[in-house]
Structures are given as structure tokens and as C-alpha cells.
């Protein structure tokens, strides 16, 4: 993915929707801090990312067309509260527009992270917390910057808020959240730095026992399994052309941005498209504690940090296995000067077992193909937790995302075997508490072709006598739905959504279409008025679908820090826009449920969610039947002794 970058003016974009160079960042963050200027005031910068051109426009891109490239510029000031959301033309040097939103509140910063830790660190009140607790040397605390949700506190109001929560190390590399500092916490402005509240209740001791996992700390290491090597002789199969990913027949351009992080765009089977624009949007993490410390704790990963922004440089070898082509990725930082993440996207080929098998017993005849998967992938970590993000593509035409969650659970104090109703404790003294990791994919669908319909797909047991004389009768009922909404799940009925093309037909004179499988659906236990449950309601149905509007982005609104409501999908369908044969973005959302166990400290094994787009009736017959049987050359019978 060349994208080259000649002084101030950009020689080469291979195509539209290619992510924002080094130098691109560094002329808009210019553009923006000459338009400031005259203000004297310091700015600072939240995300700047790419303006994705119209879609007729890509949709039309030819090779050898002018690209004019655009970027929407996020700033904020120390002052007060507010973003100004500044539309930047890269390629005339120019500002085209600015919004001011004077209630808004930006993300949370990377670089703010250890300023809110010093200054909590600093505060006389925290510190006699601290000595209470028996801790001397505060450079052995530390303090995480949690976002801190919307409280009606007057303290609070007109404030840009962390809410901190604390723990401390035994030794300098000792691992801290062994040893939660239980029932000290404080309320932090984050502009001024200026400490407004310490909260200081119970007398709950600090966890002693050490939970490293660092291998330093091991004593006793494994090194009975033998290494496996994956190895691609003859190269990958897989491409890069104008700006393009192309494998098999699969063709796709490769996104990044600051909020979102990896994104995937204008992706096609054979030249027929099927989803113009896909991302996980949002992701929020509620805690299912009504403890006064804690009661605040739903984090919006996405919408208040942006896993971007986190994103990891990867580790040949380590975080991806086999013959790998890496993208390296740029972000501003707080100054507006770019940022780069070295391997920030993974894109690999691996062995995914059985595609398809038959065996004729009659002919004594077999025939098997392997199943291979493309993979693009990156993680992010924030704060104790580390998410691992893949998109899929399969030889028959399916799309899949699947998400990892591992790292450290976030852990708090209790009195050492005494328990936790709303967790578990997993360590003497240590307590996991139960919480979800919601997200919410935006697929903005293009099932062969830009406009689609909804239908909701129910099996239903036939309940007439007459047809269903065995009992054993049961099918398929399709339901039209012609108004944007939200839907629910319901498992008892194995309910899907598919997304129709109108325009196109299959060999049987149906249309085609790709389906929504559900495989990560999760309910919510929020209440929906709560304050808690009011910023984020999208997750209370499964599936969303809207009509396209390029400024509907994300599916709790555009400014989710501080927020007291959510201004995203429930206002969105307020509209009632038709969903018959136009042009529909699908939300979907799916999670994790996770009551924490003893085998997730000190470290947590992945667990995984996720769903899938499958065709149906998308295609005449399995798209895979051309494949070559082709025999692994590398695998040998082992023999005992």
C-alpha cells in the first residue's frame, strides 16, 4: 500500500479511501493551527482523520483520477468545554468549515493519562488515603484515568471529568493490579489538573500476595512443546494494486482512523459488491457493581479513548504467525504532529481445516479441499485490558469478525475470603466483577449494488394439524421490513437478518442477498433510564438499520464523553426513513458476558465473540467448487518410538 509523500504536496494516493499519510497529518494539523492563530489561544487536538469522499465518487474512481483529499480535524482548549469539529482540504491548504459543539467533550488523551495520574498522585488527600493504607512510597501507586460517565454533581458540571481508580506495586515491576487500593478514589478535571473530590470509605486491606505473570517471576517455566513453524514457499497469495487488497477474489481497500481504528472498505466477490464500508464503531464495558466507587464504571472504549489511537505495534512471529505483510499507521497526537504505529495492521494467510468433503462410498472416491483465510487484524490495548480485532475472508464468500479479549481484569478489593456478590474473587483479597464488552459494528451494506432491503428471517414450528400431521413440520418465515428501527434477538425462533439485493437474481429467479449471523448476541441487565443505561441504548437490540447519512457515524453519537444520554441510533430512527430497496447501514451488536473466574487472573486467556455475513442466494452454487485439490507437501506421519 504505497502511499508517497513528496515535500508538501502529495505526489501519490493510490485510491480515495486510503488512510492519511505522515505528511497529510502534519499539512492539516498546520492548516488548522494557522486558522487558530489569530485567537492566541493554544489549542489541542482530539483525532484528525480522513473525510471519506462521496460514495459516488469512489464508487466511480478509475485509476489515473484526481484525488482531492480531505480531513476532519477534531480540537479542543484548556478554557472550556467544547470541540470544534474543523473540515481541513488537504489539497487546496485550506479550512472549509467549523462546528462548534460548546457542550461536547473530547476523548481522553494518551498524553493525558500520566498528568491525571501525577496530579491525583500530588493531591494531600489522596496522599493521607494512601498513609492510612500503609503506602509511603507513592511512586509505587498507580492511578488509571477512567472516563467518569455523566453524574448530576454540581462539582461536575461544566467539567471535562476522570473518575481514578488505584492500585499499588509491591517493587517498581511488580504487577500492580494484584493489589487494589479498595475504597480510595477521586474525581479529577482534566483540563486544569485540579483534584475535586477524594473519596476515602472502608478499611478493606491491600492484597499482599503477588499475581506477576511476567516470565521473570516464573519459577518453574514449561518447555515441553515442540515449535510450530508456518511457512509460505511459493509466497502469499494475496496482493496489493492501486491502492487495493486483492486475494482470490476478494478485492477491498484497507482503513485506519484514530477512533475506530482498523476499518474495511468498498469490499467485493468477483467484482459484485457486498458491504461498502465496515467497522466496529463502538464499544462500551458496564460494570454490574452498585458499590459507591464503582457504579460509574461503564467505559466507552471507542467513543472515549479510541482503539486507534491504542493500537499495538505488532510482533512478527509473536502476534502474527506465517508469511506477513504489515501496514504501519498514523495518528496526531495532542500537538497535532503525527504519530506512527509501526505494524499497526497484520495481513496474513492461514490454514483454516475442512472448506468441503465427500466420499463416495459407491465410487470408493473422496474429495476434500482446505479451507484457507484471509486475515486482517490489529490490537489495541486500553488500559488493563487488550483487544485483538479480526476481519475474515473465506473462499466461499463468508465474512467474519471475531474479537479477542485478553489482558489483566480489572480488579478491586475485598475483605480475603469473604467474596463479592458481584464478582468473583480470585485471589485472597482480589475480587473480578462481572461486566460485559458490548460493541456495535456499522455495516454500511452494498449487497450488489448500493440499494437493499431488510428482511427478518424466523423458523417457525407449522402449527396447523392438517400440514403438520408427524409434528415435525417446521420453516423458514421472511418479513419485509420497510421502516428504520432496532430489532431484537430471538434465539427460541434461530432469527437472522438478511440484506436483498432488489436489482439482482440468482439461477432459481430469487434475489440475492447476504445474511447476518448472530453467533455473539448478548443481553443487556442495564436499566435503560439508569445513568448508565441512558448513554447507551443502542445495545439494547441486537440489529439497527438506518438509511445512509454520511454524518450518522456512530451508534451512541459523535461525542460520547460526559454524555448523559445517548444521541446516536435511538435518535436517529426518529426519522422513520424506509429501508425498502435504499441505501441501508446495519448496526449490529454482539458481546462478551463475562463473570470473571479464578483462571482469568493473573492474566486472562482470550475469550472470543463475533459474527458473520454469509451469502444466501448470493451465488448459483458453492463458489469454492473450481478450487484445485492441492496436498499439504510439508506434513508427514509421525510414528510412535
Given at each position: 500500500?504505497?502511499?508517497?509523500?513528496?515535500?508538501?504536496?502529495?505526489?501519490?494516493i493510490?485510491?480515495?479511501?486510503?488512510?492519511?499519510?505522515?505528511?497529510?497529518?502534519?499539512?492539516?494539523?498546520?492548516?488548522?493551527?494557522?486558522?487558530?492563530?489569530?485567537?492566541?489561544?493554544?489549542?489541542?487536538?482530539?483525532?484528525?482523520?480522513?473525510?471519506?469522499?462521496?460514495?459516488?465518487?469512489?464508487?466511480?474512481?478509475?485509476?489515473?483520477?484526481?484525488?482531492?483529499?480531505?480531513?476532519?480535524?477534531?480540537?479542543?482548549?484548556?478554557?472550556?468545554?467544547?470541540?470544534?469539529?474543523?473540515?481541513?482540504?488537504?489539497?487546496?491548504?485550506?479550512?472549509?468549515?467549523?462546528?462548534?459543539?460548546?457542550?461536547?467533550?473530547?476523548?481522553?488523551?494518551?498524553?493525558?493519562?500520566?498528568?491525571?495520574?501525577?496530579?491525583?498522585?500530588?493531591?494531600?488527600?489522596?496522599?493521607k488515603?494512601?498513609?492510612?493504607?500503609?503506602?509511603?512510597?507513592?511512586?509505587?501507586?498507580?492511578?488509571?484515568?477512567?472516563?467518569?460517565?455523566?453524574?448530576?454533581?454540581?462539582?461536575?458540571?461544566?467539567?471535562?471529568?476522570s473518575?481514578?481508580?488505584?492500585?499499588?506495586?509491591?517493587?517498581?515491576?511488580?504487577?500492580?493490579?494484584?493489589?487494589?487500593?479498595?475504597?480510595?478514589?477521586?474525581?479529577?478535571?482534566?483540563?486544569?489538573?485540579?483534584?475535586?473530590?477524594?473519596?476515602?470509605?472502608?478499611?478493606?486491606?491491600?492484597?499482599?500476595?503477588?499475581?506477576?505473570?511476567?516470565?521473570?517471576?516464573?519459577?518453574?517455566?514449561?518447555?515441553?512443546l515442540?515449535?510450530?513453524?508456518?511457512?509460505?514457499?511459493?509466497?502469499?497469495?494475496?496482493?496489493?494494486?492501486?491502492g487495493?487488497?486483492?486475494?482470490?477474489?476478494?478485492?477491498?481497500?484497507?482503513?485506519?482512523n484514530?477512533?475506530?481504528?482498523?476499518?474495511?472498505?468498498?469490499?467485493?466477490?468477483?467484482?459484485?459488491?457486498?458491504?461498502?464500508?465496515?467497522?466496529?464503531?463502538?464499544?462500551?464495558?458496564?460494570?454490574?457493581?452498585?458499590?459507591?466507587?464503582?457504579a460509574?464504571?461503564?467505559?466507552?472504549?471507542?467513543?472515549?479513548?479510541?482503539?486507534?489511537?491504542?493500537?499495538?505495534?505488532?510482533?512478527?512471529?509473536?502476534?502474527?504467525?506465517?508469511?506477513?505483510?504489515?501496514?504501519?499507521?498514523?495518528?496526531?497526537?495532542?500537538?497535532?504532529?503525527?504519530?506512527?504505529?509501526?505494524?499497526?495492521?497484520?495481513?496474513?494467510?492461514?490454514?483454516?481445516?475442512?472448506?468441503?468433503?465427500?466420499?463416495?462410498?459407491?465410487?470408493?472416491?473422496?474429495?476434500?479441499?482446505?479451507?484457507?483465510?484471509?486475515?486482517?487484524?490489529?490490537?489495541?490495548?486500553?488500559?488493563?485490558?487488550?483487544y485483538a480485532?479480526?476481519?475474515?475472508?473465506?473462499?466461499?464468500?463468508?465474512?467474519?469478525?471475531?474479537?479477542?479479549?485478553?489482558?489483566?481484569?480489572?480488579?478491586?478489593?475485598?475483605?480475603?475470603?469473604?467474596?463479592?456478590?458481584?464478582?468473583?474473587?480470585?485471589?485472597?483479597?482480589?475480587?473480578?466483577?462481572?461486566?460485559?464488552?458490548?460493541?456495535?459494528?456499522?455495516?454500511?451494506?452494498?449487497?450488489?449494488?448500493?440499494?437493499?432491503?431488510?428482511?427478518?428471517?424466523?423458523?417457525?414450528?407449522?402449527?396447523?394439524?392438517?400440514?403438520?400431521?408427524?409434528?415435525?413440520?417446521?420453516?423458514?418465515?421472511?418479513?419485509?421490513?420497510?421502516?428504520e428501527?432496532?430489532?431484537?434477538?430471538?434465539?427460541?425462533?434461530?432469527?437472522?437478518?438478511?440484506?436483498?439485493?432488489?436489482?439482482?437474481?440468482?439461477?432459481?429467479?430469487?434475489?440475492?442477498?447476504?445474511?447476518i449471523?448472530?453467533?455473539?448476541?448478548?443481553?443487556?441487565?442495564?436499566?435503560?433510564?439508569?445513568?448508565?443505561g441512558?448513554?447507551?441504548?443502542?445495545?439494547?437490540?441486537?440489529?439497527?438499520v438506518?438509511?445512509?447519512?454520511?454524518?450518522?457515524?456512530?451508534?451512541?453519537?459523535?461525542?460520547?464523553?460526559?454524555?448523559?444520554?445517548?444521541?446516536?441510533?435511538?435518535?436517529?430512527?426518529?426519522?422513520?426513513?424506509?429501508?425498502?430497496?435504499?441505501?441501508?447501514?446495519?448496526?449490529?451488536?454482539?458481546?462478551?458476558?463475562?463473570?470473571?473466574?479464578?483462571?482469568?487472573?493473573?492474566?486472562?486467556?482470550?475469550?472470543?465473540?463475533?459474527?458473520?455475513?454469509?451469502?444466501?442466494?448470493?451465488?448459483?452454487?458453492?463458489?469454492?467448487?473450481?478450487?484445485?485439490?492441492?496436498?499439504?507437501?510439508?506434513?508427514?506421519?509421525?510414528?510412535?518410538?
Amino acid at each position: 500500500m504505497d502511499q508517497l509523500v513528496e515535500s508538501d504536496k502529495i505526489k501519490s494516493i493510490k485510491h480515495p479511501l486510503n488512510p492519511l499519510t505522515e505528511e497529510e497529518i502534519r499539512k492539516a494539523a498546520k492548516i488548522v493551527k494557522n486558522y487558530f492563530e489569530k485567537t492566541r489561544e493554544k489549542i489541542f487536538f482530539e483525532t484528525i482523520q480522513l473525510e471519506e469522499p462521496e460514495k459516488s465518487f469512489v464508487l466511480n474512481f478509475q485509476k489515473g483520477m484526481q484525488i482531492s483529499r480531505e480531513a476532519r480535524v477534531n480540537i479542543f482548549k484548556k478554557s472550556k468545554v467544547g470541540v470544534h469539529v474543523i473540515l481541513v482540504s488537504i489539497s487546496e491548504e485550506r479550512v472549509i468549515s467549523e462546528e462548534v459543539y460548546s457542550d461536547a467533550q473530547p476523548m481522553i488523551q494518551l498524553e493525558e493519562f500520566l498528568d491525571i495520574e501525577n496530579a491525583v498522585k500530588s493531591d494531600s488527600s489522596f496522599i493521607k488515603g494512601c498513609k492510612r493504607r500503609g503506602i509511603v512510597d507513592m511512586d509505587l501507586v498507580c492511578v488509571d484515568a477512567w472516563s467518569a460517565g455523566f453524574v448530576a454533581s454540581e462539582d461536575e458540571k461544566g467539567r471535562h471529568i476522570s473518575h481514578i481508580f488505584a492500585w499499588v506495586r509491591n517493587s517498581p515491576t511488580d504487577h500492580q493490579y494484584a493489589h487494589p487500593i479498595e475504597g480510595l478514589n477521586a474525581t479529577i478535571d482534566i483540563k486544569t489538573l485540579e483534584v475535586i473530590e477524594v473519596i476515602d470509605v472502608g478499611d478493606v486491606p491491600i492484597p499482599k500476595a503477588p499475581g506477576n505473570y511476567m516470565p521473570e517471576f516464573e519459577k518453574n517455566p514449561r518447555d515441553d512443546l515442540k515449535q510450530i513453524n508456518i511457512n509460505q514457499p511459493s509466497g502469499v497469495s494475496f496482493q496489493f494494486k492501486d491502492g487495493k487488497l486483492l486475494w482470490d477474489k476478494w478485492s477491498l481497500v484497507v482503513g485506519f482512523n484514530p477512533r475506530e481504528g482498523l476499518t474495511l472498505h468498498n469490499v467485493c466477490y468477483d467484482n459484485r459488491s457486498i458491504c461498502y464500508r465496515a467497522s466496529i464503531a463502538e464499544m462500551v464495558v458496564p460494570y454490574g457493581s452498585p458499590n459507591k466507587t464503582h457504579a460509574r464504571k461503564n467505559v466507552f472504549d471507542i467513543g472515549e479513548y479510541g482503539i486507534g489511537k491504542l493500537a499495538n505495534s505488532l510482533e512478527l512471529g509473536c502476534d502474527c504467525l506465517g508469511s506477513i505483510y504489515y501496514m504501519d499507521c498514523w495518528i496526531a497526537d495532542i500537538n497535532g504532529d503525527p504519530m506512527k504505529i509501526n505494524n499497526g495492521i497484520c495481513i496474513h494467510e492461514e490454514d483454516h481445516g475442512l472448506l468441503w468433503k465427500h466420499y463416495d462410498f459407491r465410487l470408493d472416491r473422496t474429495e476434500v479441499r482446505r479451507g484457507r483465510r484471509l486475515v486482517i487484524s490489529s490490537i489495541s490495548t486500553v488500559g488493563n485490558y487488550d483487544y485483538a480485532s479480526y476481519w475474515y475472508l473465506y473462499l466461499d464468500g463468508e465474512i467474519e469478525f471475531e474479537i479477542k479479549a485478553t489482558g489483566v481484569i480489572n480488579t478491586v478489593g475485598c475483605i480475603p475470603h469473604a467474596g463479592d456478590k458481584y464478582g468473583t474473587e480470585v485471589a485472597p483479597g482480589v475480587v473480578g466483577q462481572i461486566h460485559q464488552h458490548i460493541f456495535c459494528a456499522r455495516l454500511d451494506m452494498a449487497v450488489d449494488g448500493e440499494k437493499n432491503s431488510l428482511y427478518q428471517c424466523d423458523t417457525e414450528q407449522e402449527t396447523s394439524s392438517q400440514l403438520n400431521p408427524f409434528g415435525n413440520a417446521f420453516y423458514v418465515k421472511e418479513n419485509a421490513l420497510e421502516v428504520e428501527g432496532g430489532f431484537k434477538r430471538n434465539p427460541d425462533k434461530q432469527r437472522y437478518w438478511k440484506f436483498v439485493s432488489e436489482n439482482k437474481k440468482n439461477i432459481m429467479g430469487n434475489n440475492t442477498s447476504y445474511k447476518i449471523e448472530p453467533t455473539g448476541s448478548i443481553a443487556s441487565f442495564h436499566d435503560p433510564q439508569g445513568p448508565s443505561g441512558s448513554r447507551m441504548k443502542f445495545i439494547f437490540n441486537s440489529l439497527w438499520v438506518t438509511e445512509f447519512d454520511k454524518e450518522e457515524r456512530y451508534p451512541a453519537g459523535e461525542f460520547v464523553n460526559g454524555s448523559k444520554s445517548d444521541e446516536g441510533l435511538p435518535s436517529f430512527i426518529k426519522k422513520k426513513r424506509s429501508i425498502k430497496n435504499e441505501d441501508l447501514v446495519a448496526w449490529h451488536v454482539f458481546g462478551l458476558h463475562h463473570l470473571p473466574r479464578m483462571e482469568d487472573y493473573p492474566v486472562q486467556p482470550v475469550v472470543k465473540t463475533g459474527f458473520k455475513l454469509m451469502p444466501v442466494g448470493f451465488f448459483d452454487k458453492n463458489p469454492s467448487i473450481d478450487l484445485v485439490n492441492q496436498k499439504n507437501q510439508a506434513s508427514c506421519s509421525v510414528k510412535d518410538g
